[in-house]
């Protein structure tokens, strides 16, 4: 038994990149495709010519593009779930699997698509607490005066902003914990701060 995989029944094997476009824009022409893809290099100034180079520099249209050729032109059923996560070259198809004939599209369509698309992402961004786990905008991007504090609290300075409240002793900033109560250590903030 062989440990090779075989590649053979994939459409895009020994499929140039070139001759990939020229098929789909025989077939659809550069304004369906913008409209399915929303590509650049299909809109301004189409030609296969600077579409091939933009594809060829940008893995995520190409990967775009090879996707909507297997899936769309050449009409496979989608991809399992195991073969979903590797590029569309690297794809292995079934052998009871062959190509069909085009999907028929039109701009009409592609605009109830996009709609639509549009609505699921809205839905998405109003669903409360952002699910990608990646720390919200104004969390990420903190002030320079947010920075110098942490820094300022980090290295044991006492920052002249705490509230008389917030601070025993009557709001001198010394605190229980701190190793220097006589508060001899040197803030190199503090001719920052007088300036402002």
């Known amino acids: 038994?062989?440990?090779?995989?075989?590649?053979?029944?994939?459409?895009?094997?020994?499929?140039?990149?070139?001759?990939?476009?020229?098929e789909l824009v025989d077939?659809?022409?550069?304004?369906?495709?913008f409209a399915y893809l929303n590509i650049n290099c299909f809109k301004t100034n189409p030609s296969i010519a600077s579409s091939?180079?933009?594809l060829k520099k940008t893995d995520w249209a190409r990967e775009k593009v090879e996707v909507f050729y297997l899936y769309t032109f050449k009409n496979l059923p989608k991809a399992a779930s195991s073969q979903f996560s590797l590029s569309p070259r690297d794809r292995i198809i079934p052998d009871d699997q062959t190509p069909g004939e085009p999907k028929e599209l039109s701009l009409e369509d592609a605009e109830r698509l996009r709609e639509l698309?549009?609505?699921?992402?809205a839905e998405?961004?109003?669903?409360?607490?952002?699910?990608?786990?990646?720390?919200?905008?104004?969390?990420?991007?903190?002030?320079?005066?947010d920075r110098r504090e942490e820094e300022t609290r980090a290295k044991g300075w006492n920052s002249d902003r705490k509230n008389a409240s917030d601070t025993p002793q009557g709001g001198r900033g010394v605190s229980d914990t701190d190793p220097n109560p006589a508060g001899d250590k040197v803030d190199p903030w503090a001719r920052a701060k007088s300036r402002s």
């Open 1 to 22: 038994m062989s440990d090779d995989i075989n590649y053979q029944n994939n459409p895009l094997h020994g499929l140039s990149l070139k001759t990939l476009l020229e």
């Open 27 to 33: 077939h659809y022409g550069f304004e369906i495709l």
């Open 52 to 54: 091939v180079k933009f």
């Open 117 to 121: 698309r549009s609505r699921k992402a």
């Open 124 to 145: 998405r961004g109003k669903g409360g607490p952002r699910q990608s786990g990646k720390p919200s905008e104004h969390r990420r991007h903190r002030s320079g005066n």
